[in-house]
């Protein structure tokens, strides 16, 4: 279970490794963004997508030097990193690079990626599933908890409501609150417009205003992707948070949640 004194946490990055020059700039910028307002920060970018809208997306730039280039941010700036897995073989070899591995939410049900995560020993954030009741989750959960592995986040990303569209169910927060561990808010992928011809769209317009709710309620971190320059993104180019609005978002959440601290 989650200590009070914990420090909320930030994770951030750009949605996909594109290049190492990015990588590095959107790093320093948000270390130095999260030290003025005493946030853990985690750098979080994928080292590869899996889930694509369509077949002719890019995928990334070849696993190991992505993964490579997430263990120098590691090193350079002596923060933790996150990244999404997709099988029993990505989270071995994801493992020996970064500190948290990342179940992607349409994958949130798959029992051995839980496990072969799970038993790494490495933190474990699982994305709730479009699809999933956020009672459900613990469900998740457990899977990894059974394995021995009790460092599990939770993070809500928004419920499918009917075709292309999410919507935030903010009772979830309070719902998933309920399995003790962490629970973080994903407010970029919340304002997706999923599957829109080839690629996802989105309202990148609402992921402040969900953000301050989210926090509202009560939440132990903040997800968010950003890029230098969302349009020229290789992957979630409609729902990325340009990068120079990333300082303007964290003050206004570490606002509302030091409220709520008092």
């Given at each position: 279970?989650?200590?009070?004194?914990?420090?909320?946490?930030i994770?951030?990055?750009?949605?996909?490794?594109?290049?190492?020059?990015?990588?590095?700039?959107?790093a320093?910028e948000?270390?130095?963004?999260?030290?003025?307002?005493?946030?853990?920060?985690?750098?979080?970018?994928?080292?590869?997508?899996?889930?694509?809208?369509?077949?002719?997306?890019?995928?990334?730039?070849?696993?190991e030097?992505?993964?490579?280039?997430?263990?120098?941010?590691?090193?350079?700036?002596?923060?933790?990193?996150?990244?999404?897995?997709?099988?029993?073989?990505?989270?071995?070899?994801?493992a020996?690079?970064?500190?948290?591995?990342?179940?992607?939410?349409?994958?949130?049900?798959?029992?051995?990626?839980?496990?072969?995560?799970?038993?790494?020993?490495?933190?474990?954030?699982?994305?709730?599933?479009?699809?999933?009741?956020?009672?459900?989750?613990?469900?998740?959960?457990?899977?990894?908890?059974?394995?021995?592995?009790?460092?599990?986040?939770?993070?809500?990303?928004?419920?499918?409501?009917?075709?292309?569209?999410?919507?935030?169910?903010?009772?979830?927060?309070?719902?998933?609150?309920?399995?003790?561990?962490?629970?973080?808010?994903?407010?970029?992928?919340?304002?997706?417009?999923?599957?829109?011809?080839d690629?996802?769209?989105?309202?990148?317009?609402?992921?402040l205003?969900?953000?301050?709710?989210?926090?509202?309620?009560?939440?132990?971190?903040?997800?968010?992707?950003?890029?230098?320059?969302?349009?020229?993104?290789?992957?979630?180019?409609?729902?990325?948070?340009?990068?120079?609005?990333?300082?303007?978002?964290?003050?206004?959440?570490?606002?509302?949640?030091?409220?709520?601290?008092?």
């Amino acid at each position: 279970m989650m200590k009070k004194e914990a420090p909320f946490l930030i994770i951030a990055g750009p949605c996909l490794v594109e290049s190492k020059e990015m990588l590095f700039a959107v790093a320093s910028e948000l270390v130095n963004i999260c030290s003025k307002h005493d946030v853990e920060y985690i750098f979080k970018s994928s080292y590869k997508k899996a889930n694509r809208t369509s077949a002719a997306s890019f995928t990334g730039i070849g696993d190991e030097l992505a993964l490579s280039y997430l263990a120098e941010i590691k090193e350079k700036f002596k923060i933790r990193v996150l990244t999404d897995v997709h099988s029993i073989e990505e989270a071995k070899l994801a493992a020996r690079y970064v500190d948290i591995l990342q179940i992607p939410a349409f994958l949130c049900r798959q029992t051995e990626l839980l496990q072969a995560a799970a038993r790494t020993g490495l933190t474990v954030n699982i994305k709730k599933g479009q699809f999933l009741a956020p009672q459900d989750i613990g469900k998740a959960a457990q899977k990894i908890e059974l394995e021995g592995n009790k460092d599990i986040w939770l993070t809500e990303r928004g419920t499918f409501f009917g075709y292309h569209n999410l919507v935030v169910d903010f009772r979830s927060l309070v719902i998933m609150k309920e399995f003790g561990y962490p629970v973080i808010f994903d407010a970029t992928h919340s304002v997706q417009l999923p599957s829109q011809s080839d690629v996802s769209s989105g309202q990148p317009q609402f992921i402040l205003p969900l953000a301050r709710a989210a926090a509202a309620v009560g939440i132990d971190g903040l997800f968010f992707e950003t890029h230098p320059e969302p349009n020229k993104a290789k992957s979630d180019a409609a729902s990325q948070l340009p990068l120079n609005q990333a300082e303007t978002l964290i003050e206004q959440i570490m606002k509302i949640v030091r409220l709520g601290s008092i």
